[in-house]
T-cell receptor, first 112, second 120 residues
């Protein structure tokens, strides 16, 4: 069974601070996705990374896929209260396997 | 356009009762998934449909769980004789992936808001 460990589990910061959350596994994933989930809603896809070493930027969010495709990080610059939510990483093992393996998530609170 | 909708949004059941949870996917989406998200956890895969065919039910935790999608659109997840450990948010997701070729990273799954099931 492929497992994804996310850290930290909880993070509370002030508006304007920078932060990084991590997603690690002992398994290789063909792709890795980051989602944000707000209370009472389903996860919403932020980005998919595919290539080892890949870096993608989405406004103030920077996503990186590790060279060995076993880990990923999400960095947020100048966090805003609207960034508050549960950040989930999910791995896919490619081929015809459509099942996503999710981590437990990082619950981020950005205080004004 | 409308996203994935689920009903009811909240369901309280007494232990031993049967429940039925409904999912309306995005129109035209071939693939449909059900996930279970326990408190403080990430979603866990339950089952997958391609049109009306249930191609994978490996994640269903017991034979009390049953899912169907008879006309390849709306899907229902049924839980018989509910137990307290069934308490969770049940998420439905749909995707335009047509089941041909590899599942690629661009075949995004669109999630509904979930049904929060509480078993007393």
């Amino acid at each position: 069974t492929q497992l994804l460990e996310q850290s930290p589990q909880f993070l509370s910061i002030q508006e304007g601070e920078n932060l990084t959350v991590y997603c690690n596994s002992s398994s290789v994933f063909s792709s890795l996705q980051w989602y944000r989930q707000e209370p009472g809603e389903g996860p919403v896809l932020l980005v998919t990374v595919v290539t080892g070493g890949e870096v993608k930027k989405l406004k103030r969010l920077t996503f990186q896929f590790g060279d060995a495709r076993k880990d990923s990080s999400l960095h947020i610059t100048a966090a805003q209260p609207g960034d508050t939510g549960l950040y989930l990483c999910a791995g896919g093992d490619g081929g015809s396997n459509y099942k996503l393996t999710f981590g437990k998530g990082t619950l981020l609170t950005v205080n004004p | 356009g409308a996203g994935v909708s689920q009903s009811p949004r909240y369901k309280v059941a007494k232990r031993g009762q049967d429940v039925a949870l409904r999912c309306d996917p995005i129109s035209g989406h071939v693939s449909l998934f059900w996930y279970q998200q326990a408190l403080g956890q990430g979603p866990e895969f339950l089952t997958y449909f391609q049109n009306e065919a249930q191609l994978d039910k490996s994640g269903l935790p017991s034979d009390r769980f049953f899912a169907e999608r008879p006309e390849g659109s709306v899907s229902t997840l049924k839980i018989q004789r509910t137990q307290q450990e069934d308490s969770a948010v049940y998420l439905c997701a749909s995707s335009p992936w047509r089941g041909r070729g590899e599942w690629g990273p661009l075949n995004e799954q669109f999630f509904g808001p979930g049904t929060r099931l509480t078993v007393l």
